[in-house]
């Protein structure tokens, strides 16, 4: 199963972006989704994660400001993010777990997609 992220670029303090990530290949079933980020010199943290049912998780830093959405009938993700900071710099990573068509349960990464908050 693969990802594909798209939607990062080059941001001013306190504007919007939206990203988006497709998921295609042997796919049964989707469980979660979601998105984290990892800025130099900083683990892999998470963003926001929504399951079926569209129940969401986020992390602090993306409480109040980011939305997770999903598409079911795309095996998409969407991050709506808005009021971004400087420090919301970072490769955004998408990621989905769920059961292949040959019954296997799979998690998989995408490649990222960097995010910069600069004026």
């Known amino acids: 199963v693969q990802l594909q992220a798209s939607g990062g670029g080059l941001v001013e303090p306190g504007g919007y972006l939206r990203l988006s990530c497709a998921a295609s290949?042997?796919?049964?079933?989707?469980?979660?989704m979601g998105w984290y980020r990892q800025a130099p010199g900083n683990q892999r943290a998470l963003v926001a994660v929504i399951t079926t049912g569209d129940r969401t998780n986020y992390g602090d830093s993306a409480k109040g400001r980011f939305t997770i959405s999903r598409d079911d009938t795309k095996n998409t993700v969407f991050l709506h993010m808005s009021v971004l900071l400087p420090e919301d710099t970072a490769v955004y990573y998408c990621?989905?777990?769920?059961?292949?068509?040959?019954?296997?349960?799979?998690?998989?990464w995408g490649r990222g997609t960097q995010v910069t908050v600069s004026s």
């Open positions: 290949g042997s796919i049964f079933s989707l469980n979660a």
């Open positions: 990621t989905a777990d769920g059961i292949t068509t040959m019954r296997r349960p799979f998690t998989s």
